[in-house]
């Protein structure tokens, strides 16, 4: 079947606009019904599920199949002129039709005893089946409309009874018939008239056009449910809803049970040429009232509009290229509907096309030829598996990637990947080599399986990271970083690098470490770690850590301290794997290195076992920590030690090292001599505390004005200060004499005072002691009835006068029996025992 053209208003006028999404899709019915439309023209169509009837121009009836094939022996001519209207009742069983040879024509489909046909004598433009007129044991009734509606209804015998329904209101014109309702028009207006209650529910008058007769127009009724009635007329629009009346209205006045309540109305551009319901909107066939320059028809149009009180909105609206539409006017168009199937049939007399909503495959392939495939796809993740038979995720993606391809929309085709592709390995597979061929792999890189699990062919991966060896070094660094060795062949890998970097100017740094990665891998550690200490690079510790590579190392620790010595001196003495001697013997090449190391192996290893060679390094690297490392430690031999500072003229470190050895007049002479240090001579004798340091102390002084001052200013608190004034020359001249006797008196009565302080402070302290011991002893001691000998564990206290006997109680609270202890003791038995006593 070939698709009738058809293309959106809303685009026709710019096609730079962006065009909107269809809402219908339209199928030229052929076959049987080509050949058919060949040979005469159709006048009007009724369509019901199981098949279509269509009328023709010369009064034949022809019953087809959705498809537009003949149903076999089905073609029936019961007229002689164009068949007018046909009317199918809601099982399928029988047809109505009527025209203006007068006939009257209806038809079991399935038996001949109910067909019977009916001369009135007149033109007869409408007729309606009740849709019940199947059912058995029903009237079998059906409507005329000629210049007036009648009523045909059988009657117990059999014969056919009219009955008038309305009259004197014109010509009928159109007929509409649903459950208990029938609707139909006239010259005035639209009636609804209730068959239970055989009443009519009101008249809704039409208004005049200015320059047009409605008499011209057809009006297309259309029941959209047992309660929804739709008028389409000149180009006027109304939706009526059939209301039952309140019970207050229904008990104050004699009206009809139901009422007719036009709930919307609004005017359109076109004329109207059918009507049907899509939902809560409205499909309208339409004829346009202007003419082209050859004052010709333009094509009919279809509209789905949503409509509001006195408005509508215009949803989409598609232009048709019937066949001969340049001939046709607004009546010689037909639209029918399967409200079950919401498929719209639209006539005109040489041609059917069918109309239907689009479903999810249809918009998808809309999409998919507009290049809207973000669209599809979103459809396609929403629905899954609900409905969609043609197309794929995959699919679908798939044409998405080469369209972005194709445009050069390498970074959106790689994010496509992901979410179309996922963890489908197959899927990847097929699809990979097409940024393979336009050197975009890097575009994909980010987005493709990584886990091994669910991994690629190594040969994909392979073909990346030589993209990136390439193109772009840093990238080609940062996958061999992230990437899981077992993705790829790591030797190729290896053997394209090394071949790069023999032709490649720039960037080597980049492609060594990236070489010393994939050695790591490959567990060739030697030539990872060469590589890593050529580049000076840090990463190197971290290798050594994770794959304990401390054997390897031995021969590369000055290079490492190099690289830097505190990550290597924490590395060693984390791990412990490597001997301290071992380390020694290898830094004794860079002693500086060498120091390093001891220094913060002395930390935690305080046991002396370098402290010989760390004295001769904090000599010569570090002269801060020196004389601390002196003072401190034990273990290192003091001469060595003291021909060192000797060597290096390091004064305070010979001046407590030779205090160490018990030269400490040759220390003094240092601390006055090279030091020149007072203060540092006067604690110098105060912690040997030598009377003959003191002499020669002063000895040194008391040819230099400026050192008696000090001295008279500072010894006196430690020595007696005439030891000093009886050495000094009578004529010697000391500036600021007076105020250093003036200090030195002052110090001298302080010594003096603090001492008597003391004593007073010892003499109340003893008087108080003493007093304290007097008023113990002189305390009462309680006896009561609870305390026992101590030696015979009898009550102290007896209440029988006969046994009682003297007691002895010491301060230590212990009693006894006079009798129980020895005599002439004077001691506690408890206290001081026998055998104490007499030791």
Same mark, same amino acid.
């Given at each position: ?55 023709? +121009? ?92 009648? $009523?045909?209804?059988?009657?117990? @015998? ?71 009635? #739709? ?31 036009? !709930? ?16 809560? *909107? ?19 149009? $279809? ?45 005109? /007399? ?14 998808? *392939? ?31 993606? !798939? +044409?998405?990637?080469?369209?972005? #391809? ?80 077992? =993705? ?11 071949? +790069? ?13 990236? $070489? ?20 000076? +690079? ?21 290079? =490492? ?10 590395? @060693? ?32 290893? /305080? ?7 760390? !004295? ?11 004389? /601390? ?12 030690? #003291? ?8 004064? /305070?470190?010979?001046?407590?090292? =030779? ?51 000090? $001295? ?96 002895? #109680? ?30």
């Amino acid at each position: 079947m070939s698709e009738p053209s058809v293309n959106e208003s809303s685009t026709t006028s710019d096609t730079e606009e962006e065009e909107i999404e269809p809402k219908l899709k339209y199928v030229r019915l052929s076959n049987d019904l080509q050949s058919i439309l060949l040979k005469s023209a159709a006048t009007c169509i009724c369509v019901h599920p199981k098949f279509i009837c269509l009328g023709s +121009h010369w009064g034949i009836i022809h019953l087809l199949d959705h498809q537009g094939n003949n149903i076999e022996g089905k073609e029936l001519k019961p007229h002689t002129v164009g068949v007018n209207q046909i009317s199918i009742d809601s099982n399928g069983e029988f047809i109505a039709t009527c025209s203006d040879d007068g006939k009257i024509f209806i038809h079991s489909l399935f038996s001949k005893e109910n067909n019977f046909t009916l001369n009135v004598g007149r033109l007869v433009k409408t007729i309606a089946l009740d849709p019940s007129y199947n059912k058995y044991g029903s009237s079998k009734r059906f409507i005329l409309g000629d210049d007036k509606l009648t $009523l045909y209804e059988r009657t117990f @015998l059999g014969s056919l009874r009219p009955v008038v329904l309305c009259e004197s209101e014109g010509f009928v014109r159109s007929l509409c018939w649903n459950g208990n309702f029938v609707a139909w028009s006239s010259n005035i207006g639209v009636r609804v008239y209730d068959m239970t209650s055989r009443c009519s529910l009101g008249l809704i008058k039409w208004e005049e056009h200015k320059g047009l007769s409605i008499e011209k127009f057809r009006c297309n009724l259309r029941w959209a449910d047992s309660r929804t009635l #739709l008028i389409g007329w000149v180009d006027t629009v109304r939706v009526c809803i059939i209301r039952k009346r309140s019970s207050i209205e229904l008990a104050n006045k004699n009206l009809p049970e139901y009422l007719v309540d036009p !709930v919307s109305t609004f005017q359109t551009e076109f004329y109207i040429s059918g009507i049907a319901p899509l939902d809560l *909107q409205l499909v309208l066939l339409g004829c346009s009232k202007e003419l082209d320059d050859d004052r010709k028809s333009l094509r009919p149009q $279809l509209y789905i509009v949503e409509y509001r009180d006195n408005d509508y909105t215009e949803i989409c609206t598609d232009s048709l290229s019937l066949r001969g539409y340049k001939e046709y006017s607004v009546n010689d168009y037909h639209l029918d509907v399967l409200l079950e199937e919401n498929r719209f049939f639209i006539v005109a /007399p040489k041609d059917v096309v069918v109309a239907s909503p689009y479903d999810l495959d249809d918009r998808i *392939q809309w999409f998919i030829q507009h290049k809207k495939f973000e669209d599809a796809l979103d459809i396609l993740m929403k629905n899954e598996g609900r409905g969609i038979r043609r197309y794929t995720i995959q699919s679908v993606g !798939v +044409h998405y990637l080469d369209y972005l #391809l194709c445009n050069r929309l390498y970074d959106r085709a790689g994010k496509l990947c992901l979410k179309i592709f996922q963890n489908k390995t197959n899927l990847w597979e097929d699809q990979i080599y097409k940024f393979s061929a336009v050197n975009q792999l890097r575009s994909v890189s980010p987005y493709i399986p990584r886990s091994v699990n669910s991994k690629l062919n190594p040969h994909i991966y392979e073909l990346i990271l030589y993209e990136y060896l390439k193109l772009d070094c840093q990238g080609f660094l940062n996958l061999v970083k992230e990437w899981d060795p077992q =993705l790829y062949n790591v030797c190729a890998v290896i053997n394209a690098v090394l071949e +790069h970097l023999l032709v490649c100017d720039n960037d080597k740094n980049v492609y060594l470490e990236a $070489l010393a990665i994939l050695y790591s891998y490959e567990e060739r550690y030697d030539k990872s770690l060469s590589m890593y200490l050529k580049l000076k +690079h840090k990463d190197v510790f971290a290798l050594i850590q994770k794959h304990n590579l401390y054997s390897v190392i031995q021969d590369m620790l000055v290079d =490492l301290m190099d690289l830097d010595y505190k990550k290597t001196v924490t590395l @060693l003495m984390e791990k412990n794997t490597i001997s301290p001697e071992k380390i020694v013997e290898k830094l004794r090449k860079n002693e500086f290195h060498l120091y390093r190391y001891l220094h913060e192996y002395d930390k935690k290893n /305080p046991k002396g076992e370098y402290h010989k060679e760390l !004295v001769r390094l904090y000599a010569i690297y570090d002269r801060e920590k020196l004389l /601390p490392f002196l003072k401190k430690s034990d273990y290192y031999p003091i001469q060595e030690a #003291l021909d060192i500072c000797q060597k290096e003229k390091y004064y /305070p470190e010979m001046v407590y090292l =030779l205090g160490i050895i018990g030269d400490t007049k040759e220390a003094l002479e240092l601390i006055i001599n090279e030091l020149k240090d007072m203060q540092h001579a006067i604690t110098f004798c105060q912690e040997h505390d030598d009377q003959e340091l003191w002499n020669d102390l002063i000895n040194h002084s008391v040819n230099k004005p400026e050192y008696i001052n000090f $001295l008279l200013q500072s010894i006196g608190t430690y020595v007696d200060p005439t030891m000093l004034i009886k050495k000094i020359k009578d004529d010697t001249v000391i500036p600021g004499l007076k105020n250093s006797l003036v200090k030195m008196l002052y110090q001298y009565n302080l010594q003096v005072s603090v001492q008597e302080g003391c004593k007073k402070i010892l003499m109340s302290d003893y008087f108080n002691l003493q007093q304290k011991l007097v008023r113990v002893q002189q305390k009462g001691i309680p006896v009561i009835d609870d305390i026992v000998c101590g030696a015979c564990h009898r009550k102290i206290t007896d209440k029988d006068p006969a046994r009682m006997s003297n007691i002895l #109680l010491f301060n230590c609270k212990h009693a006894f029996h006079e009798q129980c202890l020895p005599e002439d003791s004077g001691t506690c038995g408890i206290c001081y025992p026998l055998k104490k006593r007499d030791s």
